[in-house]
């Protein structure tokens, strides 16, 4: 889940920052740049996003595994 949504964040931040650029009529190397050092930091944010959010739902499907069986355990 860290990889998609790293991808996701970074290709939002790459086009917002491209568009950013485009209406302020800037140069494209200036939008390369610009946008290049704005990907990778989003892009690190949205993996960091990505394995919090896939620890909390592995999290939370374990525990449901657990108490369901404990419940049928309980039924015997």
């Known amino acids: ?3 998609t949504y790293a991808a996701c ?3 939002i ?3 917002g ?3 950013s650029g485009l209406l ?3 140069s494209p190397d200036s939008i390369l740049i610009q946008s ?3 990907l990778f930091p989003f892009a690190g944010l949205g993996w960091f996003v990505g394995q919090a959010a896939d620890q909390a739902v592995r999290h ?3 525990m449901d595994f657990r108490r ?3 419940q049928m355990k309980n039924k015997e």
Do not use: C, K
């Open 1 to 3: 889940m860290g990889r």
């Open 9 to 11: 964040l970074g290709a």
């Open 13 to 15: 931040a790459l086009s």
């Open 17 to 19: 920052s491209i568009v």
């Open 24 to 26: 302020a009529n800037s």
């Open 36 to 38: 290049i050092t704005v």
């Open 60 to 62: 939370s499907v374990e």
């Open 68 to 70: 369901r069986v404990e």
